[in-house]
């Protein structure tokens, strides 16, 4: 076949740079591997000291699905890696507004899971068109989902009064 580091109708000259270049492929895709393995047993030492949790869309499991996020559990320490330290050079250049907002965010996601933890079994389910906050299975009707959208914001006086 030719393209093969051992193919005779090739130069000597590009069958060592092929040989070469092989070499090289295979010590990267170890290295890569092992970086990988690292990265894996950090994430799992720190899932058992109870500091990330892995969230799969409900539905998959973790032995088949390579769709998975980790979150910091506590979240006092999320809003200090995910709302401040990021901007924490800037912080006081931010206006107000744009505070509020990135604090809203981070109250909005504590409020997702929240609600999720009023649930037993509840868990969010994403793909790449949509994402729903909650899916669990329904406690009344076992062939039933129940799945709902939490929205953390002020109520207007109509939303109030139609609750």
Not at 35 to 49: E, P
Not at 56 to 85: C, H, N
Not at 116 to 130: K, Q, V
Request: aromatic residues 10%.
């Amino acid at each position: 076949m030719f393209g093969t580091a051992k193919d005779s109708s090739l130069p000597r000259r590009l069958q060592r740079r092929l040989d070469k270049n092989s070499r090289r492929m295979l010590a990267d895709s170890r290295r890569i591997k092992r970086v990988d393995d690292a990265i894996s047993r950090l994430l799992q030492q720190l899932m058992d000291a109870s500091v990330l949790a892995r969230d799969l869309p409900f539905g998959e499991s973790s032995r088949t699905t390579k769709r998975m996020l980790y979150q910091i559990q506590d979240p006092a320490i999320r809003f200090w890696f995910g709302v401040y330290s990021p901007h924490q050079s800037l912080w006081r250049s931010y206006s107000e507004e744009k505070k509020k907002l990135l604090i809203h965010g981070h109250a909005a996601s504590v409020f997702e899971d929240w609600c999720r933890s009023m649930h037993p079994g509840a868990r969010r389910y994403w793909d790449e068109f949509s994402e729903i906050d909650l899916v669990c299975p329904d406690p009344e009707n076992p062939d039933g989902l129940l799945v709902g959208e939490s929205k953390w914001k002020r109520l207007t006086s109509r939303e109030q009064t139609a609750s």
